[in-house]
């Protein structure tokens, strides 16, 4: 029988169409809790940005894991940080989202959200005494039940300074600022001193300022945002004195966290935060900064300092959920995060790993004195990001401090539309 | 083709050609048509990264409407349109005049105008925001003449201005070659009347090269409108992700761009935006196509 052009153009373009449109959507069944049942079978591991530095680590980790339990094999992938989250969401999408994926609390949530994440309080809820309580509970999601993701290692940046342009300017460099308030008045004396061609600071206030100040983030339901009170007005209108004084960088309102470490380099920023791996750069690429460079802990108002947390997610539809559970947890457990813990300046989530003597011990080096440090202000650091804060909450953040700090709006005005901006995003993620 | 091909097609009919063709129209229905309808179909749609969504009927165009960051992203694109096109329209135009001749040395020159056109966005924006920072190698030969430092990366219309200097700066050696083909098209003899009565360099120009590459002038300004329109790489290089400061230098595809990626992204709402994007642009080419035509006419 001929076929006419008209149908057969139609079942071309069907045959095109219709597989993709099985794409784009993400799937609303759940999957099932129970990762019981023999630890077997193939399954992927996605990291974020490790392969670079850590390949002989995961490599030895993978092969570990793959003898301890015969019949398993694992994949691993690791994407590079950038665009790290557009990766997942395209995976998650597709439907190829990893087994066991590296992921942070604000990643997690959208996809236990999805039903992509799977509940470890109940699929692995005999492991939650292993790890720290606040390390454990930094994976779950306002508004639902359950933990949706191993801890993995947790940071806490300390801040560097530059104690010859502290010294320029009277200040004393053994005497870095430790509180909100401190800071502003160092601040506004070393751009005074300088002319304004020193700024202290290269950033503008993120929500983990506005947390660090004392501002309430979130209402208690964790249903809508209030960092607007009084307190985020008065450190809105305190940043907007930096501004004006240019103790913050003129730039600060395209600032990344990669510029704005370029001007600490350069000596056009006087602190900026960071990690213990930035010494070693220091020292390579600034060895006058190296010098003199001062460290100390995060500025903080509230007698805790912010955590980073990472994490495992385990997806809810992985085919091989028992050797996933059982892969996140030995990547997760004490000894593996004490070993990685050891190659890296990071820090283990497990119940008493922060007690060994590698975090406790000083050798007189300043690698040793900033772990010692950053240890110890864990003890009763807090994740400050709202796990539901997403990048775009954070754009809108954003720009409406920088309004307010060239003038267009009011702190006050600008925080209420931030938080209205945010509460709109929170509404439209369900 | 052999007598047996042609049989041999004859046999099967209509489905020859439709047999040969099935490779291109897989590629152009899997990577162009199925966007392109699913972009429109979004549209219409609250549909999220990892949740299907619903039907929603227009209220994603409503949204936009009162949507600020729309606004400015839409004048920030037209602003583009009407930076870079006039300049990307005449100066390649002249500069292929300048290479256009065959003297000694000038392969060389032909090449390094030509050499941006090749070189990575990322590379290009990088050395730009180096060149213009605060601390860069333009604000420091200002400040040595006395000038003093300019924002040329903190301030909101500065940095556009910057964003389409770069543009220019990148697509001249472009547009170059595809005037320089227009040119060697033009008659020699129409210029040698010309000069015989009387009519100097800037005459010559005027009546004689433009009117001969009009066309050519239409289709740069076609193009370059299309391009400026949606532009995204030297503003988000520049600017920042967050687009210039308080997102005063966003384009309408970055936030298409900020708003459809991630795990929380709007794909309807960014669809939306990217349905008004190919609106404007498709209206960009059918208005500068018919001003040429209206010309010739």
Known sequence: MPISRRTFAAAAAACVLLPLSACGSGSDDGGSSDASGKVEGDITFQTWNLRANFKDYFDGLIADFEKKYPGTKVRWIDQPAEGYADK????AAGGTLPDVVNVSPDLVAPLAKAGLALDLD???GQYRK?????????????????????????????????????????LDPDQPPKTYDELFTDALELAK???????????????????????????????AFAFNDSKGVELLTKYKQLYDAKALDPQALTATPESSGKKFLTGAVAMNPGSALDLGNFKKQAPSL????????????????????????????????????????????????????????????????????????EDGTDETRVRIAAAKSLKNAVNYTPVLFSEQM???LRNEVAKALQGKESPKEALDNAVKACDTLLQQQG | MSSSTVSRVRRQGPLSPWLFAAPGLLIIGAFILYPFVSTLVNAFTDKRTLIPGEFVGLANFRELLHDDMFWIGLRNSTLYVLGVVPALVILPLLLALLVQKNIPGITFFRSAFYTPVVASIVVVGLIWVWLLDERGLVNSLLETIGVGRIGFLSDQWLLLLSAMAVTVWKGLGYYMIIYLAALANVPRELHEAAAVDGAGAVRRFVTVTVPAVRSTMALVGALSSVA???????????AGPSGGPAGEDTTLVMLVQRTGTGLTGRVGYASAISVVVFVVTVALMLLVLRADRRAES
Do not use: C
Request: aromatic letters at 14%; hydrophobic letters at 40%.
């Open chain 1, 193 to 223: 001193k300088s002319d304004g061609k020193v700024a202290t600071l290269a950033n503008v206030p993120t929500i983990e300022d506005f947390g660090r100040y004392g501002v309430p983030l979130m209402n208690s339901e964790g249903t």
């Open chain 1, 290 to 361: 190296y010098k003199n460079i001062g460290i100390t802990d995060q500025i903080t108002s509230t007698g805790h300092v912010n955590m980073y947390v990472m994490g495992v997610m385990v997806n809810a539809q992985s085919k091989k959920k028992a050797a996933s559970v059982a892969f996140a947890h030995y990547v997760t457990d004490a000894q593996h995060q004490m070993s990685f813990a050891k190659k890296v300046a990071i820090f283990p989530s497990t119940a008493g790993s922060l007690d060994d003597p590698y975090f406790t011990d």
């Open chain 2, 228 to 238: 400026a329109f949606k532009v995204f790489s030297e503003v988000y290089l520049m």
């Open chain 1, 394 to 396: 954070k754009t809108a």
């Open chain 1, 122 to 124: 109940k699929a692995a």
């Open chain 1, 88 to 91: 997942i969401s395209a995976d």
């Open chain 1, 130 to 170: 292993e790890y720290l309580d606040g390390a454990w509970a930094s994976h779950q999601i306002p508004g639902m039940t359950g933990t949706y993701a191993f801890p993995w290692y947790l940071n806490t940046g300390p801040l560097f300074y530059n104690k010859s342009l502290f010294k320029e300017a009277g």
